[in-house]
């Protein structure tokens, strides 16, 4: 599997934009970008995934590196409600499971 | 909907005790699967399925079995339990078996502790 990168930690302020980044330089022309979240306590939670253009949905905007090495996930407005654990991950043609790593602590101060 | 539950939310168990952890869903997905999540580790995959009848093994299978006799049901079997096996199990289904295009749902896990 193509290995992502992500930084260990961030942190934000409450109503403002997040910007996460993640590194993906090995990633293959058939690999999905994906992005999930854990709350504490609960299973991970899909929050968005594109393949070479930007993506958009009622979570997060995801924005695509013209050479897809690199993508960052978009929180529009924090909320005290997005501090999570974001998993940034590859997965591409058939392949069966995702593969968590140790994602990025986002802590979003009131 | 309910999405994926999975039951029991926690257990405790003593070495060499048996049980079946629970996962259902009613979204209608092919497939499903089990992960565990151990402190300062990802979600490791256990065993997956893409359909009633066909299961395969992940990443780690060792003392875990699982069948799948109905769309809707994937319960994961201890055998014997060991203290290696403590863990948060999480189940996950998605639409169809081509997961690198699919959202997977998660359940909110179980959390096994084995004595």
């Known amino acids: 599997d193509a290995k992502t990168t992500q930084p260990n930690s961030m942190e934000s302020n409450e109503e403002e934009p997040v910007h996460l980044p993640c590194n993906h330089s090995t990633i293959s022309g058939t690999d999905y970008i994906h992005w999930y979240r854990q709350l504490p306590s609960q299973g991970p939670e899909y929050v968005i995934h594109?393949?070479?253009s930007n993506v958009n949905n009622r979570m997060a905007s995801l924005a695509i590196a013209e050479d897809r090495k690199s993508s960052t996930l978009i929180l529009h407005r924090a909320t005290l409600r997005d501090a999570a654990v974001y998993y940034c991950i590859l997965s591409g043609g058939s392949n069966y499971k995702l593969t968590f790593g140790k994602g990025t602590l986002l802590t979003v101060n009131p | 909907n309910a999405g994926v539950t999975q039951t029991p939310k926690f257990q405790v168990l003593k070495t060499g005790q048996s049980m079946t952890l629970q996962c259902a869903q009613d979204?209608?997905?092919?497939?499903m699967s089990w992960y565990r999540q151990d402190p300062g580790m990802g979600l490791r995959l256990i065993h997956y399925?893409?359909?009633?009848?066909?299961?395969d093994q992940g990443e780690v299978p060792n003392g875990y079995n699982v069948s799948r006799s109905t769309t809707e049901d994937f319960p994961l079997r201890l055998l014997s339990a060991a203290p290696s096996q403590t863990s948060v199990y999480f189940c996950a289904s998605s639409p169809r078996t081509a997961v690198s295009n699919q959202p997977q749902h998660f359940g909110d896990g179980t959390r096994l502790s084995i004595l």
């Open positions: 979204m209608n997905h092919e497939y």
């Open positions: 399925s893409v359909g009633a009848g066909i299961t």
């Open positions: 594109g393949l070479t």
